[in-house]
């Protein structure tokens, strides 16, 4: 992970949200969109989100990339990551844990 809520704004009166998490994952930036199991927006809004924000970027690519560290060559990969919690019943109680998938990206 190389940041999170990363601002998209180039200006204050800008109507545009933050990357939720930026990563580095080798091949390129993951320009990660973050939804929560219980979230009141669809997976298709994370999955629109993350297109537009690595559109946005696409814009201002070699200002992005250099802002990071990463080549101007570097691929921008839009993301979304659906985290769940899960409950299984045991002999012994409850056994709660998270679980966060990856359900979307692209090479851009």
């Not at 929560?36 to 200002?63: C, E, G």
């Not at 659906?82 to 844990?97: I, M």
Request: hydrophobic share 40%.
């Amino acid at each position: 992970m190389l940041d999170y809520e990363v601002p998209l704004k180039e200006k204050q009166s800008s109507d545009h949200g933050d990357i939720d998490v930026l990563c580095w994952n080798g091949d390129g930036l993951l320009i990660t969109e973050v939804k929560a199991y219980n979230s009141k927006h669809s997976l298709l809004k994370a999955i629109l989100q993350a297109f537009t924000y690595t559109s946005l970027v696409t814009t201002a690519k070699a200002r992005f990339t250099r802002s990071f560290k990463a080549p101007d060559e570097t691929k921008l990969i839009p993301a979304v990551l659906a985290r769940f919690t899960v409950e299984l019943p045991t002999r012994r109680g409850l056994l709660s844990f998270s679980l966060g998938e990856k359900v979307a990206g692209t090479a851009g």
